[in-house]
């Protein structure tokens, strides 16, 4: 295995194709060797975490301020990150606006309460507080670093088979119970008066590979261009190896793609339980075969902006406690040593 600091960057073997990205954790800007390892490869960042509702929702400010419908928001932890790209001239993916998850449950709540059974907000109150919350932050981004961000993530898993009433709707998330579906569109015409010139407004969803979820996803998107308000389908990529089928993925791709849609992957990582040579080798040709499809499709025409790792080393991975077991899903070993699968995607780009 190679130093991944001193291996050719994964980002300029692409470039004629997609951008090449990475969700950083709000630690890695002031650690040099992952500083350094971030500049080589990727040229496109996004947040695992800090760019979250809960991270930019202020509750004692909101409470100070008293007005209902508006909550006050606060970008220590999004600044930080916008910087350091700016800095190091790397482009940012926005994740994300409008989740049930990793949004403040008082956020919610008639007045604010933080209490678990307090009474819900109505529906009206609701979709002003999501558009003022959405122009707040897009206003913030686009005046302070202006040109940074290309894209962004304005509704976040929506769509959810096993809870699914009509259209599968994720209908446990606090956004359904307090808008219904309505809150989709909300969200994204609230996005198209924040966004600036180049910037794309995605929608975001994992699994959206298996037939069920994609054929809900491509009406859901049907409906939002029917008012011109989606941009870019975001196909989050969480696989695992034992069941990650490439064909499947192509279908998906090709079918968001012909409703004239751009094409994302945002959070692409591949569950693997061992680093035994059979598994690095199984890992390799599954990231092979993919950036082999993806760069297939680029070539006929099809407009893909990034593809985005879910993590930068294996020590990074949301998967090992996720999964509860050790993870070796991404392309740089712990001690950032670049791997098989590294091989493999660059190989791909050939
Ligand atoms: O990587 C994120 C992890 O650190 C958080 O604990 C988790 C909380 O839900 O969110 C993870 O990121 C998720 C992303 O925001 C949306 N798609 C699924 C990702 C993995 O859970």
Redesign the pocket.
Known sequence: MKNALQCPSLFRAYEKHFRVGA?I?GRMPADPAYRELICRHFNSITA??QM?PMFVMDRDATLARGDLSHAAVSFRSVDSLLSFANENGIAVRY??LA?H??TPRWFFAKDWSDAENAEPASRDVMLARLENYILDVMNHVNTCFPGLVYTWDVV??AIEPDQGGPGLYRTRSPWYRTCGEDFLPAAFRAARKGQAPGQTLCY?D?NAFQPVKRDAILALLKKLQAENLVDTMGM?G?YVMDWMNVSLCEEAARAYAALGLKLQVT?LDIHCNSDDEEHRLKLAQLYGDYFAMLKKLSAEGIGIEAVTF??VTDADS?LT??RRETSYPLLFTRDKQAKDAYDAVMKAAE
């Open positions: 969700a954790n695992d975490n979250k994740h994300t989740w998850n990793q976040n898993e975001n994992y989050q969480h959070e879910w993590g949301w406690g996720f």
